[in-house]
């Protein structure tokens, strides 16, 4: 599984759904199509006026004034054998347990605390941090049927939603949110919550479906993320089934529902899905992890396309849009341009699956933008920061002294949480004018450059303007393909994606 992408988690998730060929995991994660197949939209006091109210300080645990930070030491260890190499001084590593392949989530429920494991084929887990068990609570068949499982998320009262797809007909998918509740013994309840109308896949590697879902911190929304259904936009009609189709109206955006009802159902329509103000936001390719941070304001990552653009990381605003397809990190698109050759395009690698199949190429009936767009986070390094220039080389924006909007291509970002307990290190804390936050890398699965990411990143985001910039360092480095985390006071809980892989738990001291 190591060669998927989690940008194609799209193709992660079309294993899900078909019979077809595997994937690559979240790729599209092309996390392809995480998975292989990487946060949405209700949004709290920061995030406009139109959003629904959040008491975004119920999730801090007990933040306080943070002391004077003081200074660590880096360092480079492996404390276990296979484990994680720490980078600094004051990180504590414990393996907590293997886990099956193909695990994606972690959520932990805020009534009693306890974290929850997701397997793509087995179902939800209970993981007992102090035994190192892992106690079965339901199989995938009963939460979701036929249908493959995507993403969950608890909401404030101990509710569980776990969203799915599955394919229906030769060429057609279709998403399932199931909702959950606990009863004593602590195995679940589902009802359904909501579903999409069938609506055309690509079936290729970009197929990346309905992943990414967040409950609003007052518990009344919903938010899940839709991935595109192209790689950049460009025709995919599926053998002649749906001819010069692009996008659709249920594909590339982020949705907001609300969260007391059942049986809502999504139009593959825009003027419906419009009229019934369920869009939330446009114009994100694959934000395959979606979270609030502890003043409101929501996040999502996002998985940029078969070529060298960045990976983003957006502040996410109701009614904004986020740019795809035609802008990748503060790159247009050059395919919408009349005068562009794929032929000179250095930005294009050969083992990439878009490459391969020549859908960049010169398209003059590419759509026009349809409105001003909103940019990625501002990255300013000194990691994550590099990119690849016009002339095809490898250059590091942090040493020129210039932003990168926001990650070096291909790392596949994932696992964003924030961290907001008195117990953490200062340097790692919120201050009064910014963010703490950690975010996984699944790792690169093509391309030439140096920084392949698997690693775990500290942001220190900052507002500038009306938006944010992170300065960004490496924690830790070498997990195997990290696809989600949980924070607990100072402890980070970290899943791999693959056979032979673990939770593994950082205290940071």
Known sequence: MASLKLKEWCSLQRKMTTNQPRWGIISGLRLCALLMSLVMATITTGCGSNAPASSATSQIETATTSPTPTARVEVEQQPISGGPVLLRSGINVRKITNVPGESIKLARNPVDGQVYMLNLKSGLYQVDLTTS???????????????????????????????????????????LIRKGQAGSNGDFAWVDFASTAPYPMSNTYFDHLFNG????????????????????????????????????????????LPAREQDLTLPNDEAALRATGMIFAEGTRNAYDLEFAPNGDLFA???????????????????????????????????????????QDKRLSSDFAAVQAKTYHNDPSFPKPPAAFVSPVANLGPAAALYIDDAGKEQNAAAEGKPLYSFTPHRSPLGLVFPAHSKMPADLQSTADGLSAFILSWGAAGGSLSDQGRDLLHLQLRKQGNNYESVTTVMTRQFKNPIDAVMIENRLY????????????????
Not at 135 to 151: F, M, Q, S
Not at 494 to 509: K, Q, R, S
């Open 213 to 256: 879902i967040v409950v609003s911190t007052d518990g009344k929304w919903v938010i899940v993320s839709s991935g595109s259904r192209t790689d950049h936009g460009e025709v995919q009609s599926n053998d002649g089934a749906f001819p010069e189709t692009r996008e659709v109206a249920l594909t590339a955006k982020i949705f907001r």
């Open 494 to 509: 970290v899943l791999e994606y693959g056979d032979g892989t673990a939770i593994w738990e950082l205290t940071f001291e």
């Open 133 to 175: 068990r892992l106690v079965k609570r339901a199989a995938t068949n009963e939460i979701v049927g036929k249908a493959t499982p995507a993403g969950m998320a608890f909401a404030p009262d101990g509710t569980l939603f776990i969203v799915a797809n599955q394919k229906v007909g030769p060429n057609e998918t279709q998403a």
């Open 301 to 343: 990552v996002d998985n940029g396309p078969d070529a060298d653009y960045p990976d983003e990381l957006n502040w996410i605003r109701p009614g904004q849009h986020y740019g795809f397809p035609w802008r990748f990190g503060e790159h247009d698109n050059p395919q919408q341009f009349a005068d562009y050759d794929s032929n």
